[in-house]
């Protein structure tokens, strides 16, 4: 009885595989796969993507762009069609490839073990070697800027959402009287002794910031951390902008002309390949 009801259920499933059109592969039928820059991929359920797109910052992008990436079948990890791929390409001794992974269209949907053919394409990272740390030293360095000052920020964040938080636990009436600093800046100009920085309603004695009530002010949580949050915004874009302005003087300065990349020398390449594994999407 169970054989039979095992038989039962296979005998669809054949049947809906044999159903599969010629465009319906099995990635572990696939030995190897070529992947050219500006052409795209195949699609039918989802839109078409590029076929090699580098995910590593621009800067280490520019330096040597891809043109064309094999890819050959490693063999499967956690089933048969979670397939491992070995990605190799042409680049100067400055830079490797990292991490190479494999994307492609799951033919019926994200989980369906038939992909697409032809919808595959490579998401791939490069690094400098030691070569490039020495000839690339901004970039180098750069890279544990980006970390540094990624953890800063988010400690600045982290630090500003715990100061809002205790704010309103200690002063919770505080948050809602936000007219009370438009009130005491309203009273006049800035001139001394009438109603500016003097004795009447403005900066002195009177009602104003050096008085009693300015004493008694409430904090206004938006205006601090939005302050906080887009000077430290502010600061990472103006640091990288200074690190890529640099690196693209610094190119141009030792070969020679402007633009980015290697246009002033050709550098000599040689195969790197890295390592990657499948994705469907």
């Known amino acids: 009885?169970?054989?039979s009801s095992a038989l039962a259920l296979a005998v669809p499933l054949l049947a809906a595989a044999?159903?599969?059109p010629s465009s319906a592969i099995l990635l572990s039928d696939v030995s190897s796969?070529?992947?050219h820059a500006g052409r795209k991929t195949s699609g039918r359920r989802m839109m078409p993507i590029q076929q090699l797109r580098c995910v590593s910052s621009q800067s280490l992008c520019r330096i040597h762009p891809i043109s064309v990436m094999r890819c050959t079948n490693e063999g499967a990890s956690y089933s048969s069609e979670d397939i491992e791929w070995a990605c190799t390409a042409s680049l100067p001794d400055t830079l490797q490839l990292a991490s190479t992974d494999v994307i492609c269209e799951g033919y019926d949907s994200a989980d369906d073990p038939y992909v697409l053919r032809g919808s595959c394409g490579v998401e791939y990272r490069v690094e400098l070697t030691p070569a490039g740390r020495q000839s690339y030293p901004e970039l180098a360095r750069s890279n544990f800027t980006n970390t540094l000052a990624s953890v800063l920020f988010m400690a600045l964040f982290v630090g500003v959402f715990f100061w809002i938080i205790w704010s309103a636990c200690v002063n919770p009436a505080g948050f809602g009287n936000h007219g009370a600093y438009r009130r005491r800046w309203g009273g006049g100009g800035w001139g001394w002794g009438g109603p500016g920085f003097g004795g009447g309603p403005g900066f002195g004695g009177g009602p104003g910031w050096g008085g009693k009530e300015a004493d008694q002010g409430t904090w206004t949580p938006g205006f601090w951390s939005g302050l906080a949050a887009g000077?430290?915004?502010?600061?990472?874009?103006r640091a990288n902008r200074e690190r890529e302005d640099a690196y693209y003087a610094h190119r141009a300065a030792r070969f020679g002309g402007g633009?980015?990349?290697?246009?002033?020398?050709?550098?000599e390449t040689r195969e790197s390949t890295g390592y990657g594994s499948t994705r469907r999407r």
């Not at 633009?259 to 550098?267: L, V």
């Open 259 to 267: 633009g980015g990349g290697m246009r002033g020398a050709r550098a």
């Open 231 to 237: 000077a430290a915004a502010g600061y990472m874009g």
């Open 1 to 3: 009885m169970r054989v």
């Open 33 to 35: 796969i070529t992947l």
């Open 18 to 20: 044999a159903r599969k």
